[in-house]
């Protein structure tokens, strides 16, 4: 399906991919990197995240979420002990919202990316 995007796609000089929970996995980033599409992805709570406290122990990303009406940023992070996918990670812990949000880009992350509504993800009204 993925390569029937890009041949409707293939005139536009930026394309970003905006997944959700259920689409977050390697082959996916693979593809992404491969064929040079921008993208973000929601990462589920159970994901392991490696590269953000002690080197060569992996995180759950429930473990990382910072306190309510917060945001914190990780670059070159690894993710998937069997991949070890390297990328950037967004936390935020949104109040009022049943899940907290885990952010994977290519891209490194700014608080200015999410409150300009870069991804859309995040519900900007909940961060004045």
């Known amino acids: 399906m993925l390569d ?5 796609l293939q005139g536009f000089e930026n394309v ?9 996995n390697q082959q996916l ?3 992404l990197r491969k064929n040079t599409w921008h993208w973000c992805l929601r990462l589920p709570c159970d994901t ?5 406290r002690r080197r060569g122990f992996g995180y ?13 940023f990780y670059r070159n992070v690894q993710v998937w002990q069997e991949a070890r996918i390297t990328a950037h990670l967004a936390l ?37």
Not at 4 to 8: F, T
Not at 16 to 24: I, K, Q, S, T
Not at 60 to 72: D, G, H, I, M, T
Not at 102 to 124: K, N, V, Y
């Open 92 to 128: 935020a812990s949104v109040p009022g919202v049943k899940d907290n949000w885990a952010i994977l880009s290519h891209e490194p992350p700014t608080l200015g990316h999410l409150l300009a509504g870069r991804t859309s993800f995040f519900p900007r009204k909940n961060f004045s």
């Open 48 to 52: 392991l995240i490696y590269g953000v």
């Open 16 to 24: 970003m991919l905006l997944a959700d929970r259920g689409f977050a």
């Open 4 to 8: 029937r995007a890009k041949g409707y």
């Open 29 to 31: 980033i693979q593809w």
């Open 60 to 72: 759950e990303v429930r473990e990382l979420y910072p306190p309510k009406r917060q945001a914190c």
